[in-house]
């Protein structure tokens, strides 16, 4: 008798344990306002990264076409995989004196670990990250970036 | 003839408005079949209705199973807490026939050191068991392809029949995973069958009778699982259990086992191959579902109570094909909840729930809703 | 060819032998298992490593300390923060620095989060792995509020490279005491939703309860630490034992069971999740002012010498052994890798049972490939 009320026991105990968890899928099957799903490509206009979000390094020009970028290579020093790559050329300042520059700042975005090290490391702030994510392209080419822009140069007064 | 199962005397006249039909098939079958037999002789009016009835389940197979895929995938995902397809179309609902083609035009992987025969009879064993129990399923007054005497016994038996294609393209496939998946399907279908029949006598005790339109006709003055109360409750919830079991769902998909044996018996199908075992077992989950409510949610009949007439009329205003496709799909949408709660038992759990706690459970069951009926306590 | 077929007949080679892996849905990973069967009941589990091997240890000889951290986020990808800390510790343990208490506090935080969200991914994989697929769902739809704060302080969701030796990359975002405390009150509602739908659940229990029972002597002599440790009752809590950052400053429980078995150690993480909680609770009102980095040297030379320390990761015990020259990069760099020596006791606690067991077993572990490969 004893193990006949035992054995209803556990089946009732049991059947109660699963009604348990069907009323968490079932609440939710009645309650889609909770989902949080984004449909991505669809809400790309107001789609907004935070601000700290490291999407791709980039080096901020100013309206004149001015950069920060001395040339100095430490972000080439510092970064982990060999993504950067300066080039760097010798030009004649206004008083006649010979002078380091970059000719190209090279980045290669496809390895890159977004470590933030050359950011960070920068003695002038020349690098920043920017917020876009969509890298996709159909040429492994494309991903080997120069940062710096056609024409632009040293902002005054950065050393 | 295969279209005339109603009885002659209830036929209605050709009089009747042209909306009428919706209510009762069985006066469009029989204008169906006279036109046919004033055109041609006995043999070839046969043959043609044969294949007029073919052609239509075929599409109506075809439907149902793009519909519960996409349905399947819907309900999951609202119980996911997510969107679920929402892409092609509006709300995804053509997400379904673009897989369709996709599958259609993915190719067919030949494998090496199969058994090719086999391999390639298996999904249509697996697909045909499902089209030869529809045939016996009656989804309105009427709309009945083939009425037989032991409809019950019929469709348990043909839809068993699934379980030698599993076992076959499991066998078959050259791989270890797929014969695992399909030895334990072969456990599982031979324990759960028997949990299925005894659930189902306990209603063909109730009714009397084993002829589907019958059963369906004795719940006019309400559906057996209020009928029978407790006992008949008691097989409903074990025949769900059961039934979820045979079309290997969860969370009883053990041979198919995602986790453990990557995909079970059809590992190594590909394309459209893959696309009937996976068809057929959208459409075995719409067999069981529609004997659970033929068999105890009233089949067509639609719900009415005592002696609240008007209640009664608005409900029998609603036409009984409806009235079926809505008990139907709740219980697939049961089972589909089922499915998408509970984590996957093991096979030893498996026979163990079967023989220790269902098979006992049901044989009681069938004591007492034979009690009952000896002593009249039914409503 | 005759001999053979005698070879299969006889009843050792009666064994029927399958690959889990390298591609299998529940190894998680390129973990290769190969299986040896009888019927369903597991004989043997061979454990084939070195899928996703990439040199870790040996490229971080020829890289500078600051740049250890971007690796080490990649080996246990699921507790990156506290891998990252881990080294960071180490370097300044070497160089003797003295850390402010808004940097060890931060850090604490950090970890905490990282050890929850890391459980929620186990959670959710562990309910895929028994069947249960609406576990995977809710899982990661918490563990994405924990992303999206990591993404808003340290710029990337997983890997987030936030620690640098002395101290942390940036300060933490003006919203990440308000987005944290919102997170707790969310997560300490949703908790309770895990546990009706899988803890409780009659199916998880008869799947899980006395399933690849490990004794305290076992775990002990395997070395088998975190979680999966203290199930059978071995207290091996680094954060107890040998407090780092702030973990000496707060009161906490560790979570300690006997029974060893693969129920327990699902418990001890649900447990954890909640003590990780009032952790973060304790601290998170309370950080001081000051700097988040102390001033290091561009090149950061480590004295010639030997230095260990160890963390607790979300897995277990975590050890960073740096053997430095005097160089700026470090001579010979160990990882003690939880993972690997929780991985050796897969074979021991599988044998006997069922293939499905095997499984839940391998998904009570925890275990992250790429920690275990390095």
């Known amino acids: 008798m004893r193990s006949i009320i035992d054995y209803l026991k556990e089946i009732i105990l049991g059947v109660w344990s699963l009604l348990k968890g069907m009323k968490v899928t079932g609440s939710y ?49 510092n970064c982990p995989n060999g993504s950067i790559e300066i080039i760097s050329k010798s030009i004649l300042t206004e008083d006649g004196k010979k002078k380091r520059a970059i000719d190209k700042h090279i980045y290669r975005l496809s390895m890159c670990t977004f470590c933030a090290l050359c950011v960070k490391t920068c003695p002038s702030n020349a690098l920043a990250f920017s917020q876009e994510f969509e890298h996709a392209v159909f040429n492994r080419a494309l991903l080997i970036k120069t940062l710096n822009k056609p024409g632009s140069q040293l902002m005054k007064g950065v050393e | 003839m295969l279209f005339d199962i109603v009885d002659v005397n209830s036929s209605p006249s050709l009089s009747d408005p042209w ?66 397809p929402n892409r092609v179309g509006p709300f995804g609902i053509f997400q379904t026939i673009a897989d369709l083609f996709k599958l259609l035009f993915k190719e067919l ?146 041979a198919e086992a995602e986790s453990e044996l990557t995909a079970g018996y059809h590992t190594e199908y590909s394309g459209i191959k893959f696309a009937f075992f996976f068809l057929a077992e959208y459409i075995n989950m719409f067999i069981v579902a529609s004997i659970a409510a033929t068999v105890f949610l009233g089949g067509w009949m639609p719900f009415n109570v005592g002696h609240w007439d008007g209640f009664n009329h608005v409900m029998d205003f609603v036409p009984p094909f409806v009235w079926y496709i809505g008990k139907t799909f709740f219980v697939i949408f049961i089972m589909m909840w089922f499915k998408w709660t509970f984590p996957r ?35 | 060819m005759e001999e053979k077929v005698k070879n299969i007949t006889t009843d050792e080679q009666q064994e029927y032998v399958i690959n889990m892996g390298p591609q299998h849905p529940s190894t998680h990973g390129v973990l290769r298992l190969v299986v040896s069967l009888k019927g369903e009941i597991v004989k043997s589990v061979q454990p084939h ?58 850090r604490t935080i950090m970890s905490e989060l990282t050890r ?10 562990f309910g895929m792995d028994l069947g249960g697929l609406t576990c995977f769902f809710y899982g990661l739809r918490d563990r994405e509020k924990i992303l999206d704060i990591f993404e808003e302080t340290c710029g990337s969701r997983m890997i987030v490279s936030y620690n640098c030796p002395g101290g942390l990359m940036y300060d933490i975002h003006p919203n990440f005491q308000k987005r944290v405390k919102e997170f707790i009150k969310y997560f300490r509602k949703i908790l309770p939703e895990y546990d009706q739908l899988l803890s409780g659940n009659v199916i998880f229990h008869e799947r899980s309860k006395g399933i690849g029972k490990l004794t305290l002597e076992d775990a002990v002599s395997y070395g088998i630490t975190g979680p999966s440790g203290r199930a059978s009752g071995f207290s091996c809590d680094v954060r107890k034992h040998e407090p780092y950052s702030a973990y000496d400053k707060i009161k906490f429980k560790e979570i300690l069971f006997t029974e060893g078995d693969t129920y327990h150690r699902y418990i001890a993480r649900i447990d954890e999740m909640w003590e990780s909680m009032n952790i973060i609770e ?48 470090p001579y010979r760099v160990k990882f003690r890798s939880p993972n690997f020596v929780n991985l050796s006791v897969l074979n021991h606690i599988a044998k006997g049972f069922k293939i499905a067991d095997l499984v839940a077993i391998g998904g009570s572990l925890d275990l992250v490939i790429p920690d275990i490969d390095r």
């Open chain 2, 345 to 379: 038992l093991r096979i030893d759990q498996l026979l163990t729930l079967e023989w220790k706690y269902l098979l006992p459970i049901n044989l009681v069951n069938v004591l007492i809703m034979a009690f009952l009926v000896l002593m009249g306590w039914h409503f």
């Open chain 1, 29 to 77: 099957f009645f309650r889609p306002g909770t989902i949080i799903t984004q449909k991505y490509p669809n809400n790309r206009k107001d789609l907004v990264m935070f601000d700290r979000f490291k999407g791709e390094v980039v080096m901020p020009h100013n309206e004149k076409n001015e950069h920060k970028c001395t040339g100095c290579g430490i972000c080439e020093i």
């Open chain 3, 282 to 329: 304790q601290l998170i009102d309370n950080i001081p002012e000051g700097p988040y980095a102390v001033k290091m040297k561009p090149v950061i030379k480590l004295p010639e010498g030997e230095y260990y320390q160890r963390v607790e990761t979300a897995r277990g015990e975590l050890g960073v052994f740096i053997i430095s020259d005097g160089n700026k990069s």
């Open chain 3, 49 to 106: 490593i070195g899928y996703i091997h990439r040199g870790i240890e040996k490229m971080c000889e020829s890289i500078t300390y600051p740049q250890i951290i971007h690796l080490t986020d990649r080996m246990d990808y699921l507790s990156a923060h506290i891998n990252n800390e881990a080294v960071c510790l180490t370097v300044e343990k070497a160089l003797e620095v003295e850390i402010p208490d808004r940097i060890k506090v931060i």
């Open chain 2, 19 to 84: 909306w009428k039909v919706f209510y009762d098939f069985s006066s469009l079958t029989h204008k169906i079949d006279s036109s046919l037999h004033n055109a041609m002789s006995q043999f070839w009016t046969t043959i043609a209705e044969m294949l007029i009835i073919g052609v239509l389940i075929l599409l109506f197979y075809a439907l149902i199973g793009l519909f519960l895929v996409y349905a399947e995938r819907k309900v999951c995902a609202f119980m996911q807490n997510r969107l679920g």
């Open chain 3, 116 to 125: 929850i969200q890391s459980h929620q991914l186990w959670w959710a994989s």
């Open chain 2, 109 to 254: 992987i030949p494998i090496k050191n199969a058994d090719s025969f086999l391999f390639n009879l298996a999904p249509f064993i697996v697909i045909i068991a499902s089209f030869m129990a529809i045939a016996a399923i009656p989804f309105a007054k009427g709309l009945h392809a083939i009425d037989l005497n032991i409809g019950v016994l019929y469709v348990i038996a043909v839809s068993a029949m699934g379980v030698i294609g599993v076992l076959l393209a499991g066998w078959s496939s050259n791989n270890k995973y797929s014969l695992i998946g399909a030895m334990r399907s072969g456990a599982q279908i031979v324990s759960y069958e028997l949990s299925v029949g005894l659930s189902i006598i306990t209603i063909v005790i109730l009714a009397g009778s084993m002829q589907l339109s019958e059963i369906v006709e004795a719940q006019r003055t309400g559906w057996f699982i209020f009928k029978g109360h407790i006992p008949a409750f008691i097989a409903f919830i074990v025949f769900l259990v059961s039934s979820t079991a045979e079309t290997n769902r969860g969370p009883f998909d053990l």
